[in-house]
């Protein structure tokens, strides 16, 4: 049973492009959300996708954008990059409307910007 | 923004020993988890808590939550080395996590 996955694994762009993160939920799962972790510092939540639609929305600013396919994966854009968006970036899938239910993660993105 | 604090921000200890590790948060909640992240890998869940429990155990863990002081610990018992690693609590409220800045466990041999 393949768990979360995550692609690229790690990526280099330069300040003012844009990039594209993927993320396929584990089988029987239909939440995915995504979370930022700066080095030394706990995941911070970006957003949630259900049902093709953000749910949630974390305190990022709209140059982090989403989308859910209807397979539930996901991806996670992000344009005119930042020094400051380097950081790992995780994908979690759940059960929407179960509240305890463990979350898997996938391995993450390490994004770097230059 | 995080949730609360997590203490100590680094521990270390020798094989064998115990090791304990603090949450706090700062709103309620329905559930409160524990994860495992290695070397800036992913996060690996490791214990949930409910909100009406007071105390869990899975294997050589050991999970307290104290809701009127808005709180929980982590014990391991027994440690390795494999358990060198960073540790983080989660809240779970309105379907999403939202963790501290976690503790990192080193185990020496």
């Known amino acids: 049973d393949a768990g979360v996955t995550q692609s690229p694994t790690h990526l280099i762009k330069t300040r003012g492009q844009q990039v594209t993160l993927r993320c396929s939920p584990k089988?029987?799962?239909?939440?995915v959300s995504w979370y930022q972790q700066a080095l030394g510092q706990g995941p911070q939540f970006i957003f949630q996708?259900?049902?093709?639609?953000?749910?949630q929305r974390g305190n990022f600013p709209d140059r982090f954008s989403g989308h859910q396919f209807p397979n539930y994966s996901s991806e996670l854009n992000v344009n005119a990059l930042l020094l400051g968006d380097s950081a790992l970036y995780l994908c979690?899938?759940?059960?929407?409307?179960?509240?305890?239910?463990?979350?898997?993660f996938g391995s993450g993105t390490r994004l770097t910007v230059v | 923004s995080q949730q609360g604090e997590e203490d100590p921000q680094a521990l270390s200890i020798q094989e064998g020993e115990n090791a304990t590790m603090n949450c706090s948060y700062k709103?309620?909640?329905?559930?409160l988890q524990w994860y495992r992240q290695n070397s800036g890998r992913g996060l690996v869940h490791l214990i949930l808590?409910?909100?009406?429990?007071r105390e869990k155990h899975s294997g050589r863990l050991r999970v307290t939550l104290d809701t009127s002081k808005k709180s929980s610990s982590l014990l391991i018992t027994a440690s390795r080395a494999a358990d060198t690693a960073s540790y983080f609590c989660?809240?779970?409220?309105?379907?999403?996590?939202?963790f501290g800045q976690g503790t990192r466990l080193t185990i020496n041999p």
């Open positions: 996708y259900y049902e093709e639609e953000e749910r």
């Open positions: 979690a899938s759940s059960m929407y409307g179960i509240p305890n239910y463990g979350y898997t």
């Open positions: 808590i409910r909100s009406n429990e």
């Open positions: 709103t309620s909640i329905n559930n």
């Open positions: 989660a809240t779970v409220g309105a379907q999403k996590l939202v």
């Open positions: 089988s029987g799962h239909d939440t």
